[in-house]
């Protein structure tokens, strides 16, 4: 995971290839389900090849220990 | 649509704004099945309550007539 912080907001990013479009759609349908239950939304951008996720906590407009967990379960979710 | 040039490539560019991040998600399913079918791909960002969709053609860095097809196809879709 990438920390970037555009506007001075901390945020942990990662870039997941694919094989296509529709794979990386897949994956985000599966973080969309995580987040669902964990009721914390990322940022999910879907291209060719590849879906880019993005986590950060809107309302102190940075990471929260949760950010932390939400990518690691992005990454077992992946890995499965 | 708003026409936008990151790096110098035309793009063309639509925030559509929802209820919560799962109709965002839903939106991005239809879009992306749009997409299949035409076999042309645009980026989609998905987040709490929006979703932006971005057309371009990869091939000629920049727009085809077809892009702009693909952007009227895409409010049909969600006038639907």
Redesign the interface.
């Known amino acids: 995971w990438l920390l970037i912080s555009p506007d001075g907001v901390d945020q942990l990013e990662k870039v997941y290839p694919f094989q296509d479009?529709?794979q990386a759609?897949d994956f985000?349908?599966a973080v969309?389900e995580l987040?669902?239950g964990a009721n914390h939304?990322p940022?999910?951008?879907?291209?060719?090849g590849k879906a880019t996720i993005t986590w950060w906590t809107?309302t102190i407009h940075g990471l929260h220990r949760n950010d932390f967990v939400m990518a690691a379960k992005t990454d077992y979710l992946h890995g499965k």
Chains 1, 2 share one sequence.
């Open positions: 479009f529709n759609l985000a349908n969309g987040a669902q939304h940022a999910i951008l879907v291209e060719w809107h």
